[in-house]
């Protein structure tokens, strides 16, 4: 106390000596001032002090939205199991439930529990930092606030689109920002602003060299854009996980990339690209370093699709990649264990580091989980929070309210048309078989005896499998279905609306289930035979009323780079079960 | 004289970061700066690897064609060098010269047309002062990646002098101390500028007080090196040893402070072979002050003053810290028995 009081009256000391100094200069000082203590007053209530119940971990947190997300640092949320105990700036301390991982980002989704008006943060737009921008920080370094006051640091951005190496390949840095703001353990999870106090990163790590576990000058923050790419399957309770390309690449000489070598099952070899071809840009940006591709890649979820701009023989092509996963499922269900190994111990003086303090000398209340929430964690392999997964299932499912109509329509369906470019077309979705008979195209036959599903018609990437999946999502729902989840949101090919996604699974068959973001609509879907293959892709262009029922009128169909063809259905004949028996 | 130590600019930078106040705000393109001067700094990848020994530096481009001035280290070790330019280029860098008393080598790449920091442009400052630096701190930034940015204040300009001996700086000269992390694995070479991007130093090497465990952020005015920066580059140059206070028309330059050692003394100690050689006398000099003093070969020095002597090293650098007129009162242990001999320092010839 004494020692505060005497350090107090030292700054007021300073302060006084230059008084005279301020009043006479610059009002902009003040101004500047007032904006900054503003913007500190303002997204602090949104800073989170991240405990384990009991007290054997600790960091920081922010809340960003009113219902009680947060996002957080994997590494803090690992070390503190299902459920933590969350302190705000208001003195409560709430209880939080884990929703959703990432181990190879570092990134943990949580939900406070209790209050549907959490103050919460703002997202900003991380790709708009400049070196030299202003940020703060805020958290809990050293676990210093026994209010749960964040500490408040403020510095300069140092660079953008940094890389940092994983640890094997998780708690990997991609695309990241690096600060000169100061970083310290317990700061972990905790937000960066910008200079308008939006929520452009989450710190997570700094540079640690040879003097102990402390700030250096060096602090790397997951950029924000990053995880806006992921939010929704974090939403969806899942252990996420980042993508690759398929194939590898070399640097040449004039800083070109070349495909050094390329798996002949990925996407990106269905799409064209080939050994020595040479990458232009990806996902947007130019390519002059194979760094620059991996620093890319990482801020991807596996399954997204993003441009890639090639040239060979002087020749650029654009083409769409589909990423598949970095890691492999076992992989994955690694670090969702019990436990990650914990970050290296410090290396400081310091007998003891603030992690360490145990419930009685933090002061934590030992309570019981009310029942209430309990129940609000569900365990499955492969996601982080079953719970959310279901959660976001009915949420998106709500889009197929406008044909609820069809429901109990299990038996035949007959749907009658034309192609845009005039051929004639009758599909039968029988209990027994499927059809398609053209007046210019091959037919198409499918049984359902149970033997494999076919690219039938010919050419259409199994178009009558689809319809036939489509039929079984619109009479029965998803009880019709192996397995179903909600697997986040992507734009839709990777260049249209943003897109929830619902995937389904019957037998060999999955199918990907596309509904609008913006307002639930059922937008398309896209049905595989097997794994490794193109995908029958199906969009719809227009709904109709067919008889008081609303269903797709206008489709068209994709196969690989191929379009199969556009069809306007003109009737479609249903019936139940029994009454086509 | 040794009580001047970092703990002593704690105060300092109190007092001149409420000084500075009435700056920080003020409207600066801060982003036009820092793009005006990342260009002119450049990565610098050579030998070194293992642990503690980084294989990267920083450097910052002087001239046009390809002048690059770099701290004097281990990296310029290998034979080649590469530079990486803030675009992307690699070129193969070859040591014009180096000046191990300024801590300080020149390196020239074959490019022309290139970015660079006009030294006639450089600047001075005083404590109070905001500054950036640039370099590449941690090797975070590799290709076209721009080297990283950081903000401070000059807390103190001074003398790396006082602190001879406990401290391995070949560098004695004046230097900025800085309030941020300037001086990090891979940071030496790199600039610390004016917040409108006016050249001040160079980031020296990092810096530890062993008796503190403290690091120092310190900086090499530009002032200190632009001669002989000029000399190297015009090819006029010819290294000085260290220690040597006269340049070659006889002027007498900045007194470099000397450093005593165990042979000023007439002692001789076994070969320093392994980490912690014990300081064993292997021979005392006929007539010097050792001799006279009564010091006898197998003597093992304990005590140099009231530190401990452990090793060959730490005897060299208790001797180092030693000043002319001292009273050096050395223990050493001789069969079971412990003798104390008294000595003062002599001045030694060449001062």
Redesign the interface.
Known sequence: MNRQFALLS?LIG??A??SE??SA??S??I???QIRTDIVKKVAPAVVAIFSPDGNGGGSGVLISPDGYALSNFHVTSACGDFMKCGLNDGVLYDAVIVGIDPTGDVALLKLLGRDDFPHATLGDSDKL????WTYAMGNPFLLATDFEPTVTF?????V????YPAGTFLEYTDCI?V?TSINPGNSGGPLFNAAGELIGINGRI?V???GRV????GYSISINQIKHFMDQLRGGHIVDHATLGATVRSGTD?TVKVDSILETSDAYRRGLREDDEIVSFAGRPI??V??IKNILGIYPKGWSVPLVYRRNGRKQEIFVELPALHTKSEMAMPAGPKMPRPPAPRG?NPKSPEEKTPAEMGLPKEELPDEYKKLFEKKAGYANYYFNKLEQQRVLAGLTPYTSWQGQNGKWILKGQTVDGDKVVIKLLPQALSAQFSKRAPGLQTLDGSDFLDEPPGSGGMLAALQQLKLLFSEGTAAFNDVTYQGSQPLDGRGDTVDVLVTKKSILECRWYFRATDGAFVGFDSLLGSNVDACKIRILKFDDFQGRRFPSRVSVHYGDVEYGTFDFRSIETATSSETR | MNSFSIRSLVPMM??SV??I??N????QS??E??ANV?PKVVKIFGAGGSK?LYAYGSGFLVSSNGHIVTVWSHILDSDTVSIVLHD??RFEGKVLAAEPPLDMAVLKIEAEGLPFFDLTQAAGAGPGTRVLGFSN??K????????????GVIAAKTSLAARRGAFESPYNGPVYVVD???N??GAAGGVLTTWDGRLLGMIGK?LRNTQT?T?LNYVMPIGELRETIEQIISGRFNSKKPDDDEDERGKSTRKRPLRYEATDFGIVTIPNVVARTPAYIDRVLPGSLADTAGLQPNDLILFVGESLVQSCRTLKEELGRLESGDQLKIVVRRDDKLFTVGITVPKKAVE
Do not use: C
């Open positions: 030292l300073l302060v000596n230059t100094n301020v200069t610059d902009e000082v101004t500047a001032q400049n070196v030299g921008d510095g300069m951005v140092s660079g689109h940094r890389y940092q690096q000169d540079a060299e040879k003097r700030n250096v000058g060096a800083r002059g370093s760094n620059q003086r | 109190l007092f409420a000084v106040l009435p920080t705000a003020r409207a801060t982003s700066t820092i990342s503690n992307g280029r701190a941690f975070v930034a590799t290709g076209d990646e721009p080297v990283s940015v950081i903000h941020a992390v300037t990090n694995a990092e465990n690091w």
